[in-house]
């Protein structure tokens, strides 16, 4: 939910953060019992399209950091 909305930049940066940390996770996991290829890179392409997200957010949804 918080990926969705755009209040709340902080509790956005840590989505994200979490987001990228369970992907990697799940990815991981497959590769660690020897899933198929396609079972483990699909958490990866599901991560590279969040990042695109990430990077290509609007400059007034970003964290603003040491702004008074």
Same mark, same amino acid.
């Given at each position: 939910?918080?990926? *969705?909305?755009?209040?709340?930049?902080? !509790?956005?940066?840590? $989505?994200? /953060?979490?987001?990228?940390?369970? =992907?990697?996770?799940? %990815?991981?996991?497959?590769?660690?019992?020897?899933?198929? *290829?396609?079972?483990?890179?699909?958490? !990866?392409?599901?991560? $590279?399209? /969040?990042?695109?997200?990430?990077? =290509?957010?609007?400059? %007034?949804?970003?964290?603003?950091?040491?702004?008074?």
């Amino acid at each position: 939910v918080a990926l *969705l909305t755009a209040d709340f930049p902080l !509790l956005k940066e840590w $989505a994200y /953060a979490g987001f990228t940390f369970y =992907l990697i996770g799940a %990815s991981a996991s497959h590769a660690f019992v020897s899933e198929p *290829l396609i079972e483990t890179a699909l958490p !990866l392409i599901i991560l $590279a399209i /969040a990042a695109a997200s990430y990077v =290509l957010r609007p400059g %007034s949804r970003r964290l603003q950091v040491g702004r008074s």
